[in-house]
């Protein structure tokens, strides 16, 4: 594996479903995600968010997000809360998003802009900068339908990314597919949606990440 230098920061490891690959400069191909998390907008608070959110509060503790009186802070194409907005790295400028997770594991972006992104027999490159402690996971959400029955379940959660991170910046590079999970009678529905997941008691800061199909 090569490693090599990305804005300034060193490249580290990674786990990744098909293995490891480093790239000569950005990930080359159709550009399917991408986001440097400078530009961040103001949602208004759900429902189900006002609810568990007091039942946070009441148990002492503190919302994975920034919120001032009914709306909520949200990096831009995400629609329920991702993190909050931090002063990003020297070499990023602009923001970064901070995943410190409190009540829960966070599943940010499943609904948007992860959902219906990614199908079988393709092949898909990314890049993203971490730092901090715990896991950082990219998850696929991967349905059946049983086409006589007419019936759905749910096929399997793959980790499509999985990386340990560390408490210094590092930039991470790597390839990934969707597993065919398909179990008769239930075939596997495409396209596939996902979600950045980080677990409860992880805090990880994250930067331009970007998702390529190759």
């Known amino acids: 594996m090569s490693i090599r230098l990305s804005h300034r920061l060193a490249i580290g490891t990674l786990a990744a ?3 490891l690959q480093a790239f000569a400069g950005e990930p080359q191909g159709k550009v399917v995600f991408e986001s440097n998390f400078d530009r961040w907008q103001w949602l208004p608070i759900t429902p189900s968010m006002a609810d568990g959110g007091r039942k946070v509060f009441k148990a002492g503790g503190q919302l994975a997000y920034e919120y001032r009186g009914p709306l909520f802070r949200v990096p831009e194409g995400f629609n329920l809360p991702a993190g909050r907005m931090v002063e990003g790295a020297e070499a990023f400028k602009g923001a970064s998003v901070l995943f410190d997770p409190t009540d829960g594991d966070l599943n940010a972006g499943l609904h948007r ?3 219906d992104l990614l199908r079988r ?4 490159a ?7 402690r715990g896991n950082f996971r990219f998850r696929a959400w991967i349905n059946g339908t049983d086409p006589a029955a007419g019936k759905t379940q749910w096929l399997g959660f793959p980790d499509l990314i999985s990386i340990k991170v560390t408490e210094a910046w590092n930039v991470y590079e790597g390839t990934f597919e969707l597993p065919d999970l398909s179990k008769p009678p239930f075939r596997m529905d495409e396209p596939v ?6 677990e409860k008691g992880a805090r990880i800061f994250m930067d331009d990440f970007v998702i390529v199909e190759k």
Do not use: D, E, Q, T
Not at 121 to 124: K, P
Not at 193 to 198: F, Y
């Open 17 to 19: 479903l098909c293995g």
């Open 113 to 115: 802009p992860f959902n």
């Open 121 to 124: 027999n393709r092949h898909y």
């Open 126 to 132: 990314f890049k993203v900068a971490l730092k901090g």
């Open 193 to 198: 949606s996902a979600a950045i997941v980080i």
